[in-house]
């Protein structure tokens, strides 16, 4: 199967950077959309960001100018540089992918999620 491993976050002051990565891994036969999604305690997960495998984006309007996303196939890995970072970002940030594996006959799409890595914003 495929699984999501994320990692880089951390604590941060309000307006500073983070980079997170998230790396797929696993029988991989190909990745479609791959996605940063969010949850704050007592709040709905949300996306953040996705981006396709042709490189289209789109991003939460909360995030838009302060977060980027982008993935590198070649590692099977995504990333979203936050910068600019605002207590209301603090969360925990999942990664998310559409994939296809080769141990799974017949194909199926797979919705795959990764366990999380907790951003805190605070001074």
């Known amino acids: 199967q495929v699984q999501l491993v994320e990692s880089g976050g951390g604590l941060v002051q309000p307006g500073g950077s983070l980079r997170l990565s998230c790396l797929a891994s696993?029988?991989?036969?190909?990745?479609?959309?791959m996605g940063w999604y969010r949850q704050a305690p007592g709040k709905e997960r949300e996306l953040v960001a996705d981006i396709t495998r042709g490189g289209t984006t789109n991003y939460a309007d909360s995030v838009k100018g302060r977060f980027t996303i982008s993935r590198d196939d070649a590692k099977n890995t995504v990333y979203l540089q936050m910068n600019s970072l605002k207590p209301e970002d603090a969360a925990v940030y999942y990664c998310?992918?559409?994939?296809?594996?080769?141990?799974?006959?017949?194909?199926?799409?797979?919705?795959?999620w990764g366990q999380g890595t907790l951003v805190t914003v605070s001074s």
């Open positions: 696993g029988s991989i036969l190909l990745i479609h959309t």
């Open positions: 998310r992918c559409g994939a296809y594996s080769t141990t799974d006959i017949p194909r199926r799409y797979l919705d795959v």
